[in-house]
């Protein structure tokens, strides 16, 4: 059952990464005008290697300091400014903004790509998934977890780049799968708390769609080697 939990939510994971980097690169919202383009804009100082992106993680994984990267963390989780620092990053950014109209535009073609990518992903093929798997309906069992989904839109949040909503939903799901689906509590309890931590389709998708939008934004074109050192770096 570990086995088959942990393929299962590897495998969405990297589909719903490939379907972000499928819509990016075919609605291309960064910057329309360059579809279908072949050629590089980026300068010779912008253009990183996938060794060197790969090789700067490795060097990434260990503080130069750690005495101060301890000391980091804990002002940074318990800063009360952050909210005030945070604005004031933005404001400077939106300010220095010459075209607000254009970027603007790019912006809402972001949203709609990352939208359609999670519509396709939940919508279309994780029904299909269950469906060549268990050869049920899955409305069916979509109408069992209703419940639960509607907490999850309401507990929405994220603190520390952690994600709460799927914590927050487990007594939730727990009670729609054992009582309303009638599911075993043993493979309740065992897979549920492993995907609320580790299968993140969602921000798998959108964190694809986020890398390269900002490459397009800046008329850098990326080579295939470069779009999965992006997603998987």
Same mark, same amino acid.
């Given at each position: 059952m570990g086995s088959r939990a942990m393929v299962y939510y590897m495998s969405t994971t990297v589909i719903a990464a490939i379907l972000g980097v499928i819509l990016v690169l075919g609605i291309h919202p960064g910057n329309p005008k360059l579809r279908g383009s072949t050629r590089s804009t980026a300068t010779k100082n912008q253009e990183v290697s996938s060794l060197d992106a790969f090789l700067d993680l490795i060097r990434n994984l260990f503080p130069e300091n750690l005495v101060q990267a301890c000391f980091q963390q804990v002002l940074n989780m318990n800063c009360l400014y952050s909210? @005030?620092?945070?604005?004031s990053l933005i404001a400077g950014k939106i300010a220095a903004i010459g075209d607000l109209e254009t970027v603007a535009r790019q912006l809402g073609m972001y949203m709609v790509t990352v939208i359609v990518g999670l519509v396709i992903h939940g919508g279309l093929i994780l029904p299909a998934i269950f469906f060549a @798997?268990?050869?049920k309906s899955p409305f069916?069992?979509? /109408?069992?977890?209703?419940q639960?989904? @509607?907490t999850a839109l309401g507990t929405a949040s994220r603190y520390?780049?952690?994600?709460?909503? /799927?914590?927050?939903?487990l007594p939730v799901t727990f009670r729609c799968l054992e009582e309303n689906l009638k599911i075993d509590k043993r493979v309740t309890r065992f897979v549920l708390p492993i995907g609320a931590t580790i299968n993140m389709d969602g921000t798998a998708l959108y964190e694809a769609v986020a890398a390269i939008f900002i490459a397009q934004m800046n008329d850098i074109t990326l080579d295939g080697g470069?779009? @999965?050192t992006v997603r998987y770096v």
């Open positions: 909210p @005030i620092g945070i604005a @798997i268990t050869r069916t069992f979509y /109408s069992g977890i209703f639960a989904w @509607i520390d780049n952690q994600p709460k909503a /799927s914590i927050w939903t470069q779009i @999965i």
